[in-house]
């Protein structure tokens, strides 16, 4: 089975921290994705790597970064953090693109900014 | 640009009842995947299926059965006889792949939350 674990199932931080957010997947993919989950917005792509040290930005990558030094660990970096940026946030990882295979998500972390 | 429509925010029905959940999506290309995920209150999205725009065949598994229609851009989700394990938020997602490779994002509609009651 896929496995894609993240670091944290829930977090508090206060406003202005560096917060990292990590996720880690065992089944060798090649891609790899962090989403935000909002009521009433879904899911929305903020940053995703297509290999190692290569990066995208997605639909909201404002007020985010992104590391991917090693294929199995994706690290979602917010520089300073806000109170506009709790939320829930998803990673997932796939098979390389081209035919667009299904993604396959960790369980979540719920970041709450104070 | 692309975009997904889940028209239908929750439905509420009792166990045993048939469900429809309706999605509507926009695209310019000719190649594209549609996707089904389910959100169980645990949070954890599940796949469900994955279908290509050159696909038209319905699918059935179970009691999950989907149907595809590119003349109206739909993609809907049938389940059968409902039960209160369904019960879930759902979305539906498109992707279009990038051409030579590269990761392809996800955009997802903003679900619906299904409600079966006992």
């Known amino acids: 089975d896929v496995k894609v674990t993240q670091s944290s199932r829930y977090l508090v931080k206060r406003t202005g921290e560096k917060v990292f957010l990590e996720c880690v997947q065992d089944?060798?993919?090649?891609?790899m994705f962090w989403y935000r989950q909002d009521p009433g917005l879904g899911l929305r792509l903020i940053y995703f790597?297509?290999?190692?040290?290569?990066?995208e930005k997605g639909d909201i990558p404002e007020g985010y970064s992104v590391s991917r030094e090693k294929k199995e660990r994706f690290s979602l970096i917010l520089e300073s953090a806000s109170t506009n940026q709790t939320s829930m946030y998803l990673c997932?990882?796939?098979?390389?693109?081209?035919?667009?295979?299904?993604?396959?998500f960790g369980p979540g972390t719920r970041l709450t900014v104070t | 640009a692309q975009k997904v429509t889940q028209a239908q925010t929750e439905i509420s029905v009792v166990e045993k009842e048939d469900v429809t959940l309706d999605c509507v999506y926009e695209t310019r290309d000719t190649t594209y995947y549609l996707f089904w995920y389910k959100q169980p209150p645990s949070g954890e999205l599940v796949f469900l299926i994955r279908?290509?725009?050159?696909?038209?065949q319905n699918e059935i598994s179970g009691r999950y059965s989907w149907n595809f229609q590119k003349s109206t851009s739909s993609f809907n989700f049938t389940i059968t006889a409902s039960q209160v394990v369904d019960s879930a938020v759902y979305f539906c997602?498109?992707?279009?792949?990038?051409?030579?490779?590269?990761?392809?994002?996800?955009?997802f509609g903003k679900g619906t939350h299904l409600i079966i009651q006992p």
């Open positions: 279908r290509n725009s050159f696909d038209e």
């Open positions: 997932a990882s796939s098979f390389p693109g081209g035919l667009s295979y299904e993604q396959y």
């Open positions: 997602a498109l992707s279009e792949p990038h051409s030579g490779g590269g990761a392809d994002g996800l955009t």
């Open positions: 790597s297509y290999d190692v040290k290569m990066k």
């Open positions: 089944m060798d993919h090649e891609n």
